[in-house]
């Protein structure tokens, strides 16, 4: 650790100014601009493709999907924060809080699911054929995906759809709302009682996780899940629930390594923490890989035919290799690169990783939706359809980035109403 040797020392103050730097603002400049491009790609492979713009619907799904957990995978990652502790939380909090704040616009993403791929039929099978008898002999649909829609009915169909959408985001809008609201008015404590902030924020926040636990399971069983209504898994919600935290941690860190070329966070964003963060980060890539494997392990051995097909679609006819590269992505090279404690101290290292964890997340979501429909499953082909997972996403999250660097500069960078904060002002030492 000779390297470290010469560490930075931290001012023991705070700096005067603790909003984003200037240069967030060139970010979002360049966000948008990326996402019209991308956007106006999208709209003409659309026009092209000459499928009725169902693979447009579809990728609008994977980007939904991608923001939304972005957004509140931000809001669980903030509540796990408060309820563990640690300095790490201290910096990380108002990046996650940023997140939070562009459910709005998450929101907007939804509708068009909500209103074309459900209440239209675009994307669910079972919303466009609920009558299952008549799409049955008229061959419109398998035998077994007649009795799973027959035998689902009770929960897949439009009015629990749209229910259970509208209360898990009515209830995770109110979260998001208090969340923010008690970290301003903890701020703007002239004498903070920490020990009272922290009880509050741990009451809150400990139901808050087992909440939006259950509500994410719900939700993805509707969006995700039933596009395959034969499809089942008691683990699922859990994948997805650890998947966004992966995602969302492998951001923050990004965010942070950007913005530390400037105060605030320049002056607050030790090696010591990026450490910590580098740690978790590999909890969360073994995490992942674990539930990823045991599922498959206890579905395989299994050998059921009512679960085997759903890995069958996206193993065979080529698609083994995009399953072999989500692998790779997902667990392989993070795992390798994150054992280096010197890699999680480096950030333009760090940062690379990170990339790899965030772009894992966009293809694992591609490998998940894709395959459900009955042109792609065991049929990994190209076309110009195809092409829109490439530009459609990309779009959205783009305009999700726009939005998320405006909610960045709304806030100081630094809560300054926290027990951590001494420490993390300290002078760091070779061996932090």
């Known amino acids: 650790m000779a390297q470290h040797s010469n560490s930075e020392h931290h001012a023991k103050t705070l700096p005067a100014d603790l909003s984003a730097p200037a240069f967030v603002d060139t970010?979002?400049?360049?966000?948008?601009?990326?996402?019209?491009?991308?956007?106006?790609?999208?709209?003409?492979?659309?026009?092209?493709?000459?499928?009725?713009?169902?693979?447009?619907?579809?990728?609008?799904?994977?980007?939904?999907?991608?923001?939304?957990?972005?957004?509140?995978?931000?809001?669980?990652?903030?509540?796990?924060?408060?309820?563990?502790?640690?300095?790490?939380?201290?910096i990380i909090r108002r990046p996650l809080e940023a997140m939070t704040r562009t459910l709005p616009l998450v929101f907007l993403y939804f509708l068009p699911v909500g209103i074309f791929g459900m209440t239209f039929g675009r994307l669910y099978i079972w919303s466009k054929y609920a009558d299952w008898a008549t799409a049955l002999k008229e061959h419109l649909i398998t035998i077994d995906q007649a009795h799973a829609i027959h035998f689902k009915h009770a929960i897949l169909n439009p009015v629990g759809f749209w229910c259970t959408s509208l209360v898990v985001f009515t209830i995770i809008g109110t979260y998001v709302f208090f969340l923010n609201k008690l970290s301003l008015k903890r701020d703007a404590d002239p004498e903070p009682n920490f020990r009272y902030w922290q009880v509050k924020f741990e009451n809150i926040s400990g139901f808050g996780v087992l909440l939006y636990a259950i509500m994410l399971f719900i939700s993805v069983i509707y969006w995700v899940m039933s596009l395959d209504p034969n499809w089942y898994s008691t683990v699922y919600g859990f994948q997805f629930l650890v998947g966004e935290a992966y995602g969302v941690l492998a951001l923050s860190i990004l965010t942070l390594i950007a913005l530390s070329k400037a105060d605030p966070i320049k002056s607050t964003f030790r090696v010591t923490e990026q450490h910590d963060m580098g740690k978790l980060c590999f909890a969360f890539v073994m995490l992942n890989i674990y539930l990823a494997f045991g599922a498959f392990l206890i579905i395989w051995s299994g050998n059921s035919p009512e679960e085997i097909p759903w890995y069958l679609d996206r193993?065979?006819?080529?698609?083994?290799?995009?399953?072999?590269?989500?692998?790779?992505?997902?667990?392989?090279?993070?795992?390798?690169?994150?054992?280096?404690?010197?890699?999680?101290?480096?950030?333009?290292?760090?940062?690379?990783?990170?990339?790899i964890m965030i772009f894992a997340r966009y293809w694992d979501m591609f490998w998940l939706i894709e395959p459900n429909f009955k042109d792609a499953a065991r049929n990994l082909h190209f076309s110009i359809g195809i092409l829109e997972y490439a530009t459609l996403p990309v779009a959205m999250i783009s305009f999700w980035m726009a939005y998320y660097f405006t909610q960045l500069k709304k806030r100081p960078l630094i809560a300054v109403n926290d027990p951590h904060l001494p420490q993390i002002l300290e002078p760091e030492h070779a061996h932090a």
């Open 27 to 90: 970010w979002r400049t360049r966000a948008l601009i990326i996402g019209c491009i991308f956007l106006a790609l999208a709209i003409i492979l659309g026009f092209l493709s000459g499928d009725h713009w169902s693979h447009f619907l579809r990728a609008w799904l994977h980007g939904y999907m991608i923001c939304f957990g972005f957004c509140c995978g931000g809001m669980a990652l903030l509540m796990v924060q408060y309820l563990s502790g640690g300095k790490w939380g201290l």
């Open 315 to 355: 193993i065979r006819g080529g698609w083994g290799v995009i399953a072999t590269l989500d692998f790779v992505f997902h667990w392989l090279l993070p795992f390798t690169l994150l054992l280096s404690a010197n890699l999680k101290r480096i950030k333009s290292r760090l940062a690379v990783v990170c990339c």
